[in-house]
């Protein structure tokens, strides 16, 4: 295995599947069974869930709320799916944590970063549920500042659909390439949108490798945890 420990974030467009919005069990349930043939190639494993097929933010802040208010009921939406990924892993074997970066107690483990590594290295899935725990950040922002917490190898960023960076949108611009690999720094001057700008700036300053990556093809997260060359791998 090219990796021991991995990051994986799941958008919460992922867990929707056809609709888009809430969630889908079939659609949680596959994504599982992925997870777990991941798991089983002996790769430590930690989730981010973004929560963005239930509430967002922004979606708030455009209505008129409070923007931080907005965004601790998106912190709550990740908590959600989170459960949701702990549901459908537990209900094929995998051991799973859920640890909360907003207490909760009667839900979920509070977030503890030494108990996270803990968790892991005895070969449970550690699912990290409300964000950073702060408003005004993303879950994408979560992955790096986790990955670098419990010194992931990779944050594995699963696309539903898109299988990489591409040097224009495709769907646009027919001439539009896929890379294959591509630093921190080309992404932020070329000003490539695969994550926030706070996300690639901790990840570039730390030297976290990302790899992005179509989660719709059976077996690739498998792949991904696996260092296959699947995606695009951006590098610091
Ligand atoms: N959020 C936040 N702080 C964080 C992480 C998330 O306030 O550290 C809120 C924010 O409102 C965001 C929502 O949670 O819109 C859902 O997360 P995100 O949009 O990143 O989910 P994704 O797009 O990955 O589904």
């Known amino acids: 295995m090219k990796y021991k420990r991995v990051l994986l974030k799941l958008s919460g467009e992922a867990l929707a599947g056809e609709e888009k919005t809430g969630i889908s069990a079939l659609t949680v349930a596959d994504i599982a ?14 989730i981010v869930c973004g929560g963005g097929n239930l509430w967002r933010g922004k979606t708030g802040a455009d209505m008129g709320m409070d923007r931080s208010s907005a965004d601790y009921m998106g912190m709550l939406a990740t908590v959600m799916n989170g459960l949701a990924v702990q549901n459908a892993l537990e209900a094929i074997d995998v051991p799973t944590r859920v640890l909360s ?5 009667q839900v979920a483990e509070p977030y503890i ?21 702060s408003p005004f950040f993303t879950t994408d922002t979560t992955a790096a500042l986790r990955a670098a917490e419990i010194n992931a ?9 898109v299988d990489g960076v591409y040097s224009a949108d495709p769907k646009v611009d027919s001439s539009a390439i896929r890379f294959e690999e591509i630093s921190y720094f080309d992404v932020l001057q070329k ?3 695969i994550m926030d700008q706070t996300a690639i700036t901790l990840c570039k300053d730390n030297n976290i490798d990302l790899c992005v ?6 077996g690739n997260i498998a792949k991904a945890c696996n260092g296959d060359k699947i995606g695009t791998t951006i590098t610091g």
């Open 113 to 133: 970063r030494r108990r996270a590594i803990r968790h892991l290295e005895k070969g449970r899935i550690v699912i990290f549920g409300a964000g950073t725990g």
């Open 191 to 193: 000003d490539l949108k």
């Open 213 to 218: 990556f179509n989660m719709s093809e059976d």
């Open 101 to 105: 970066a907003i207490e909760m107690r």
């Open 33 to 46: 069974r992925q997870i777990k043939d991941a798991k089983n190639l002996g790769v430590e494993i930690a």
């Open 153 to 161: 190898d990779v944050i594995l960023m699963a696309k539903n659909g």
